[in-house]
Nanobody, 114 residues
Framework: QVQLAESGGGLVQAGGSLRLSCAASGRSFSYMGWFRQAPGKEREFLAGITWSGDRTNYADSVKGRFTISRNNAKAPVYLQMTSLKPEDTAVYYC?????????WGQGTQVTVSS
């Protein structure tokens, strides 16, 4: 099992930026991703990165505004979010896995005010 702990959420005005971080411990994994879930909506994939940090992929809804990164295999995974919009308000989760996303963090709230 991978233990995941997110941090960095909070309240920000529209147009602002936030950086989320996810620290991982436990067994190894192939990739990590960031997801979010807004009230009344399904959980949405945002971005993914390989264990080594050399490959990334993004949902169209955040491409160009959000950046996932990892400096090395032991470093936290970050989600840099810019040009935030009120519709980005949600609980943000990191997840890790090998075949599927098996392990999840507890989530961190991001609220974007208009």
């Amino acid at each position: 099992q991978v233990q995941l702990a997110e941090s960095g959420g909070g309240l920000v005005q529209a147009g602002g930026s936030l950086r989320l971080s996810c620290a991982a411990s436990g067994r190894s994994f192939s990739y990590m991703g960031w997801f979010r879930q807004a009230p009344g909506k399904e959980r949405e994939f945002l971005a993914g990165i390989t264990w080594s940090g050399d490959r990334t992929n993004y949902a169209d809804s955040v491409k160009g505004r959000f950046t996932i990164s990892r400096n090395n295999a032991k470093a936290p995974v970050y989600l840099q979010m810019t040009s935030l919009k009120p519709e980005d308000t949600a609980v943000y989760y990191c997840a890790a896995g090998t075949g599927t996303y098996d392990d999840w963090g507890q989530g961190t709230q991001v609220t974007v005010s208009s």
